[in-house]
């Protein structure tokens, strides 16, 4: 399942891993979030005809966070794939 690093982040410290270390393997990996959030965004196919509304923007939004990507990433993936400004 496609995860953010914050995401995974926080996993890691629920099963006892301290943050250094999580901090340090997840700077290792050579992960794109941005890729993965496209991708997530293409496989859960939101009905997104025409410009989005507040509340399907507010949606993707929350999606994304949930899965563990920062907003910088979430507001990026949402314009390269809904084509906003």
Do not use: H, W
């Amino acid at each position: 399942n496609p995860r953010g690093k914050f995401l995974l982040k926080r996993e890691l410290k629920a099963k006892g891993i301290s943050p250094e270390i999580s901090t340090d393997v997840l700077a290792e990996t050579c992960v794109d979030e941005f890729e993965m959030a496209i991708q997530l965004l293409e496989k859960r196919r939101f009905n997104t005809e025409g410009d989005l509304s507040q509340k399907e923007n507010a949606r993707i939004y929350r999606f994304l966070a949930s899965k563990g990507f920062n907003k910088e990433i979430i507001y990026k993936a949402l314009q390269t794939q809904y084509n906003r400004n």
